[in-house]
């Protein structure tokens, strides 16, 4: 079975404070994709970062950075210095190789960043 | 370039009405979905297509019919609608031999009553 679980449902943090959000994966398969989507209140996804299975190399971004680890079939985010516009709700999701493209969501991590 | 369009973005119907939800992308995607958004589930895939006249269900078709005519659009076609139809549904597109991301529209956000 595939599957994605995101234990946080809801994170609050003040603003500055770092915050990781979980992301564990289940799979057979041995290619994959995995993302993170973040939806902010207005409600439409925007697309944060993609990663292949074979691609296990940290990612960094500004603020953001993603660390990837098959062994633990983790894929975990982290804001550093969270501000107020980092408020939404972060979605991590598993791309099964040449299954047409579907996307396994997991549950979602609601962070509210409070000023 | 307008990515994926969804219409409407609102919209109320009664129990038992038929209704269709649009979409249509304009970069030659092969791969259409679409998902439906209730709280604390994520996001589940109703339908999806690999490429125009070939469909396949998700995790929760029942209730839904989709068809794909041509490659930009993928409409979603409640039957009979029920409240528990009640959701903001999705749709995305992607390319089948491109290693990228997923495009979303903006949502429709239905209500059954």
């Known amino acids: 079975a595939q599957k994605v679980t995101q234990a946080q449902t809801e994170i609050s943090v003040v603003e500055k404070e770092d915050v990781t959000l979980d992301c564990v994966y289940e799979?057979?398969?041995?290619?994959?994709?995995l993302f993170w989507y973040k939806q902010p209140p207005s409600g439409e996804l925007v697309f944060l970062i993609r990663r292949n299975s074979f691609d296990e190399q940290n990612e960094i971004s500004g603020r953001y950075s993603w660390n990837f680890q098959k062994s633990t079939s983790s894929f975990n985010f982290t804001i550093t210095a969270s501000q107020v516009v980092d408020s939404a709700v972060y979605f991590c999701a598993l791309r099964p190789y040449n299954q047409g493209g579907k996307l396994i969501f997991g549950q979602g991590t609601e962070l509210s960043v409070k000023p | 370039n307008a990515g994926v369009t969804q219409t409407p973005k609102f919209q109320v119907l009664k129990t038992g009405q038929s209704m269709t939800l649009q979409c249509a992308q304009d970069?030659?995607?092969?791969?259409m979905s679409w998902y439906r958004q209730d709280p604390g589930m994520g996001l589940r895939l109703i339908h999806y297509?690999?490429?125009?006249?070939?469909?396949d269900q998700g995790e929760v078709p029942n209730g839904y019919n989709v068809s794909r005519s041509t490659t930009e659009d993928f409409p979603l076609r409640l039957l009979s609608a029920a409240p528990s139809q009640t959701s903001v549904y999705f749709c995305?597109?992607?390319?089948?031999?491109?290693?990228?991301?997923?495009?979303f529209g903006q949502g429709t956000r239905l209500t059954v009553v």
């Open positions: 799979t057979r398969d041995t290619t994959y994709y």
């Open positions: 970069m030659n995607h092969e791969y």
């Open positions: 995305a597109s992607s390319y089948a031999y491109r290693d990228t991301e997923a495009f």
């Open positions: 297509s690999v490429g125009a006249g070939i469909t």
